[in-house]
């Protein structure tokens, strides 16, 4: 059974850095886009970065280009998402999501992603 799971989040002060982690079971990352969503309450699902890990290229929404950087360790078949200079508009859950690259759609669509995590929360204070 695929699993993946987030680790990395918590409690930081505006402008701080967290690392999150999303670790892959009984799956192959290889040729794969693996993205970052994030979602608060009462707000929508946001994509945020995603990598394709065929070639490395990487994808960042406006929000959070310049400050998050997604990198990937096929051989230890994790996903990295370093953020620095956090704000409070950063506060949300944080899913990992993976999707072949044969699935329709732009990086940004959740319908291209075949498996979820479970999230793990990030709390920004001011």
């Known amino acids: 059974q695929v699993q993946l799971e987030e680790s990395g989040g918590g409690s930081v002060q505006s402008g701080g850095s967290l690392t999150l982690s999303c670790k892959f079971s009984?799956?192959?990352?290889?040729?794969?886009?693996i993205s970052w969503f994030r979602q608060d309450t009462g707000r929508e699902r946001e994509a945020i970065a995603s990598?394709?890990?065929?070639?490395?290229?990487?994808y960042y929404a406006d929000s959070v280009k310049g400050r998050f950087t997604i990198s990937r360790d096929n051989a230890k078949n994790m996903v990295v998402l370093q953020m620095t200079n956090l704000k409070p508009d950063d506060t949300a859950m944080y899913y990992c999501?993976?999707?072949?690259?044969?699935?329709?759609?732009?990086?940004?669509?959740?319908?291209?992603?075949?498996?979820w995590g479970q999230g793990t929360q990030v709390t920004v204070s001011s």
């Open positions: 009984e799956f192959s990352i290889a040729g794969h886009y």
């Open positions: 999501a993976a999707g072949p690259r044969s699935n329709p759609g732009a990086w940004y669509k959740a319908s291209k992603y075949n498996y």
């Open positions: 990598i394709y890990t065929g070639s490395g290229t990487t």
